[in-house]
């Protein structure tokens, strides 16, 4: 079973040359590949569920190589649940993209750029190698700052332009970090650092890892959006195509940022309590800011990424709130903010495509028109509120009683305030947009087509029934992987 | 200590050129100053004073070697160095022909 690991980067980097190769024979020869081969992924991630049960570890060794000395493929309970997310979302963004990228000229080279963005995230989820990680890392962004200017108009080359300046930065202090660690550790693998960390005898550790903490924090802080670092994200996240846009919110933003910050910081550097009391600052600075930053805003897409940055808050909240049930909380959300958000930014390119605008003011009593559309949003929109039924009341429940639990009442009730907040901007997109009267020009808007509405439905579906998640093992096999800290290297170097 | 010092100085220089300069040209100048720094940084940690290539002629050959990885560490990185610089200019000549002009300021369709 661990042989099939390399597959999560083989297949999809592998797709992405087979469809530069055979695009030119068909035209649906793009399509087809690109989702057979999210699919094949998605049944593959749900595979190695019942592998990793009870907090086991699968390794593969890339070229037989021992541990610390070749490169390692690691996956655990928390790999899985981030690969069942990242593959999933992935799919649907996949199949909504048959559909949507009509609108737009060479959607092979999309196909290509989506593809390899995909291999960058399935190889930081299982990557076991810090500088592996860098390299995923950037394979990742590259493709992403491609994507977000795909259509090359006037606003996505400025928003590409600030992403990649302020995110390319970003990855050379990671960078730096990475090496900083070497020369005091003298290894790469992840495991062996968290070991060497641990048993060091000389106390030069501590400073070291102070300092190495700093730079990744704002490493990994830039590319998950987390207050001080987000002014690239509600330029890049809106500009970017609709599928693309609810990749970047939906998943990229959670693996290059929250899951590599929560990797280093707590199965590699050891957590401490001021970096934990950093990053709930940072959590709780950016739930408020991004809240209040988004209720003012008139375009759709820029509401929805203001929203991202302020749910990327509570999920740092969640996992850096220390105790069990707030990391079980973070993980749970930082899923179904995975779902949702996706779901609606899949809605935001539903309206754009029918109605040729996102300016809030331009729209008004589509509900009729698109029923489809407004149902699926009105789910997304009451879950990433938080009502009761959908997934998104449950993780924030935890996240509550998780910061409540460890002494942090102000900020519980700083969330529950937040939460308010939320609503009121999400019930000023659905009055704007979808309720009232019909505006003028909109009389022959029509249902998105097929593809569309079925990536939307099924999205749909899965917030509504989000709430199970967390019956079932994995979330807590995963959380308990973020709690064990540093234990993580004695599992692996066995 | 004084050449990560220097290297320290030289991604210092290419940080204040990206913060500081308007034309777009200048800050990709000023992104690739960075990564030199950082890229000298990762040769000089495997730098050995007076060591020797890392070939072992015996088993145990105790001589002093210079570290082997952070040479092969930094070539990947110079390559994904290029890979941006090439996307970052790529971009740079796209806006160039939508907007007319390299002026940072003159980028200011995205606000709010």
Same mark, same amino acid.
């Given at each position: 079973?661990?042989? #099939? ?397 998780? #910061? ?91 | ?62 001589? #002093? ?38 002026? #940072? ?8």
């Amino acid at each position: 079973m661990s042989n #099939l690991i390399c597959l999560f980067v083989v297949i999809p980097l592998f797709t992405a040359f087979l469809i530069g190769i055979l695009y030119k024979l068909h035209n649906s020869v793009a399509d087809t590949l690109t989702n057979v081969c999210i699919f094949a992924l998605t049944c593959l991630s749900v595979l190695f569920v019942s592998q990793v049960a009870g907090n086991n570890a699968l390794v593969y060794k890339i070229g037989g190589w021992i541990p610390p000395f070749g490169i390692v493929f690691v996956v655990d309970s928390l790999s899985v649940l981030m690969l069942i997310l990242v593959n999933t979302v992935s799919l649907f963004a996949a199949i909504y993209s048959i559909s949507y990228m009509n609108r737009y000229t060479s959607k092979p080279y999309y196909y290509i750029l989506f593809l390899l963005m995909l291999v960058g995230m399935n190889g930081i989820i299982i990557t076991g190698d810090l500088f592996n990680l860098f390299v995923f890392i950037e394979i990742a962004s590259i493709s992403s700052y491609a994507l977000v200017s795909f259509g090359i108009q006037h606003e996505e080359l400025e928003a590409s332009f600030k992403y990649m300046v302020i995110g390319e930065i970003a990855s050379t202090f990671i960078l730096f970090a990475i090496i900083l660690l070497y020369a005091w550790g003298g290894s790469l693998n992840m495991a062996d650092i968290a070991f060497r960390i641990n048993g060091d005898s000389l106390g030069t550790a501590n400073s070291m890892v102070k300092f190495v903490s700093v730079l990744f924090i704002f490493g990994f802080g830039v590319k998950a959006a987390i207050v001080p670092f987000h002014a690239w994200l509600p330029d890049a996240h809106p500009s970017a195509p609709a599928p693309i846009s609810s990749m970047l919110s939906g998943v990229l933003i959670k693996v290059l940022g929250i899951y590599a910050l929560t990797r280093v910081l707590y199965s590699v550097l050891g957590i401490t309590f001021v970096i934990q009391n950093v990053l709930l600052t940072l959590g709780a600075i950016s739930m408020v800011a991004g809240a209040l930053l988004a209720l003012p805003q008139i375009d759709f897409k820029r509401m929805l990424a203001y929203s991202s940055i302020s749910q990327v808050g509570y999920i740092i909240l969640g996992i850096a709130s220390g105790n069990f049930i707030g990391i079980t909380g973070g993980l749970f959300h930082l899923v179904n903010h995975g779902v949702f958000k996706s779901l609606l930014f899949m809605d935001a390119g539903a309206v754009e495509f029918s109605t040729k605008t996102r300016k809030l003011n331009e729209l008004g009593g589509i509900s009729e028109k698109m029923p489809i559309t407004h149902g699926s949003f009105l789910t997304g929109a009451l879950s990433i509120v938080g009502m009761p039924p959908f997934n998104g009341f449950w993780s924030k429940l935890l996240i509550i009683i998780g #910061l409540a639990q460890s002494n942090h009442t102000g900020l519980a009730l700083l969330a529950i305030c937040i939460a308010v907040v939320t609503l009121a901007y999400y019930l000023k997109i659905e009055r704007s947009v979808f309720w009232g009267k019909l505006k003028e020009g909109l009389e022959f808007v029509k249902e998105a087509p097929f593809s569309m509405c079925f990536s939307m439905i099924m999205l749909a579906i899965i917030c509504f029934i989000g709430g199970l998640l967390y019956f079932h093992p994995i979330l807590k096999d995963a959380a308990q992987v973020v709690h064990q800290g540093t234990a993580y290297a004695n599992h692996l170097l066995k | 200590m004084l050449p990560y010092v220097f290297c320290i100085i030289l991604i210092g220089i290419g940080l204040y050129t990206v913060l500081t300069k308007k034309n777009l040209l200048k800050i990709v100048i000023g992104f690739c100053l960075i990564e030199y720094g950082v890229n000298l940084f990762i040769v000089m940690v495997g730098y050995r004073w007076n060591g020797l290539p890392p070939i072992m002629l015996t088993p145990d050959d105790k001589t #002093l070697f210079v570290d082997p990885i952070p040479q092969a560490l930094v070539l990947t990185a110079i390559v994904i160095g290029l890979a941006t610089t090439a996307v970052l200019l790529a971009i740079v000549i796209r806006v160039y022909k939508r907007y007319g002009t390299l002026d #940072l300021t003159e980028l200011k369709r995205l606000k709010g």
